[in-house]
């Protein structure tokens, strides 16, 4: 009797080993599955962004320009003045590239890693309108004035412009909105890790 019930000892653990297998790969496989189809979902919520603007402002001035000319180009002549008024109208834009933005999914422990935030990018772009324009038969407004006239209102508006605040204000609104970029982590239950050091996380 003993020799017969060891060969079915033998198979009845063989059995169970098999079956103790074949659960535990199943269970793994089904794990691995979810933590792809997670870390998908998430990198592509982020790159679907791209390029993202958090922050923009307008602006406006209006430039007066008077020329005065001596006529012929000589002192004993009478001079010549003429006058333009230009009105700039100027949008100030701050841009974060979140293809930059480098993070890292702990897929294991359900973490998403900021490690690496993007600079801002300033983009400044004026528009210049004539608005009134006064000159003499003799003393035209010539195309190379109107260049001159043009870049000078351009060159102000750019001044006018706090990049720096600007800056500040446009990294401000970027972690406000890093809110909505993982609400879908958050929903899967992944916890956001910063190690940039920038981020309040208490108000993700």
Known sequence: MKANQKPLFFIAGAVVMLLLFFLWNSLTKKAE???????????????????????????????????????????????????????????????????????????????????????????????????????AFFNRFTSKDFQKITKSAKDNAYKTVNQNRLRDEGKKQLLKDLDQIFVLAKALNYKIEDQTGQIDLSKL
């Open 33 to 135: 599955d979810k933590v792809q189809n997670d870390y998908y979902i998430i990198t592509n919520q982020i790159r679907k962004l791209n390029k993202l603007v958090v922050l923009e402002q307008d602006f406006s001035s209006m430039q007066k320009t008077k020329i005065t000319s001596q006529m012929l180009g000589s002192s004993l002549l009478p001079s010549s003045e003429k006058q333009i008024i230009t009105f700039t109208k100027t949008n100030a834009q701050v841009t974060f590239d979140l293809s930059k933005m480098k993070i890292k999914v702990d897929s294991i422990n359900k973490k998403l890693i900021i490690t690496e935030l993007p600079n801002a990018e300033i983009r400044i772009i004026p528009s210049v309108e004539i608005q009134s324009l006064d000159d």
